[in-house]
């Protein structure tokens, strides 16, 4: 039977927990507080994350890092991104010698402007044939409700994602394998990013024009920094790309949309984190997306408003009319 270690009790960590074991595997879910633990083990779910979601019988808990790591064919990673680099170092002598890392996070470091497979290889000191990426539309309530979804499984070796992707295939979870990881990842890290601007779009009172608008050119900003990185074009219309992005900029279950509706409405920043109690990937990033795009010399115009938005203090009013008063361009400018 196919062990996996989950390192991360929140909702997605939690819900790729329940997909292994419903795919057949054998999966030790760690967690840092001890009272969601218990939980897991004694009433097979996680009140805190994914409440009245029962939990499937071979998902077990622990708080031991070492206990959890034990064996584990697949080594999965469902933490917030910026807390990744420590995490992993204390974590690192812990992991079976050929276990494959597969990172859920979507994210960039900060100050680094790495990949989180980036600092994946360089803290567990690991080729980049034993790092995979999941990524795709994956909101984690409706997947708790084993409602359909596909995703992308990415790693340059492609048998080690056709391994993965047999151990997390199930009758509602379809996951298409893909060598393209950096493209793969900035789908998920720049979705972030724009379904900020959406939610602050929505907040605003804007309609769906502008919101359309703003995913369709969030799109190209994405396609355009993942060519400058070597990516596959393909893989930004694909899952990773446009399912994501679609995904987390419609739904109200999206952490960042509904982030950037709060600061759209008026809310500071500092209030809304207050009244957020999961990480939007987004709101840090935002700062490590436009710094990737400045170091290869991309323009984002739409990220840069987000962080002019979120991390300067500019009203949303007035970084709109900037942004609709940009020069005109070419479409495939």
């Not at 034993?130 to 790693?155: D, F, H, M, S, Y």
């Not at 990881?181 to 502008?210: H, R, S």
């Not at 359309?212 to 790309?241: C, K, P, Q, V, Y």
Request: charged residues 20%.
């Amino acid at each position: 039977m196919t062990r996996c270690a989950v390192f991360g009790t929140g909702s997605w960590g939690t819900a790729f927990a329940m997909i292994l074991a419903d795919a057949g595997c054998e999966v030790t879910l760690w967690g840092r507080r001890a009272s969601v633990v218990e939980a897991v083990n004694t009433g097979r779910t996680n009140p805190d994350y994914l409440p009245g979601v029962e939990l499937p019988a071979a998902v077990r808990a622990t708080t031991d890092p070492a206990e959890a790591a034990a064996g584990a064919d697949f080594t999965v990673l469902a933490i917030p991104s910026q807390t990744l680099r420590a995490n992993l170092a204390e974590w690192t002598p812990l992991l079976a010698g050929d276990t494959v890392l597969v990172s859920l996070m979507k994210g960039v470091e900060l100050g680094t402007a790495k990949r989180m497979s980036e600092v994946v290889e360089e803290v567990a000191k690991v080729s980049a044939d034993r790092v995979a990426v999941l990524t795709g539309p994956n909101l984690a309530k409706e997947i708790a409700a084993r409602q359909p979804a596909a995703a992308v499984v990415a790693c340059r070796d492609e048998e080690v994602a056709r391994r993965l992707q047999r151990a997390c295939h199930t009758a509602y979870f379809r996951p298409y394998t893909n060598t393209d990881v950096v493209g793969c990842e900035l789908g998920g890290a720049v979705k972030n990013v724009i379904a900020l601007a959406v939610g602050i779009a929505a907040g605003m009172g804007l309609g769906d024009n502008a919101k359309a608008s703003l995913i369709t050119r969030g799109l190209a900003e994405t396609t355009r920094l993942g060519l400058a990185m070597g990516a596959d074009a393909h893989t930004f219309a694909g899952l990773a790309g446009m399912g994501d992005l679609v995904a987390t900029c419609s739904s109200p279950l999206s952490r960042n949309n509904t982030f950037g509706r709060n600061l759209g409405r008026g809310m500071s920043l500092e209030e809304t984190i207050a009244v957020t109690r999961q990480t939007a990937e987004g709101v840090k990033s935002c700062q490590s997306v436009l710094d990737l795009a400045r170091r290869h010399h991309v323009d984002m115009p739409i990220t840069e408003t987000v962080v002019d938005i979120v991390h300067e203090g500019k009203p949303p009013m007035v970084a709109l009319r900037e942004l609709m008063s940009r020069s005109a361009k070419p479409e495939r400018h």
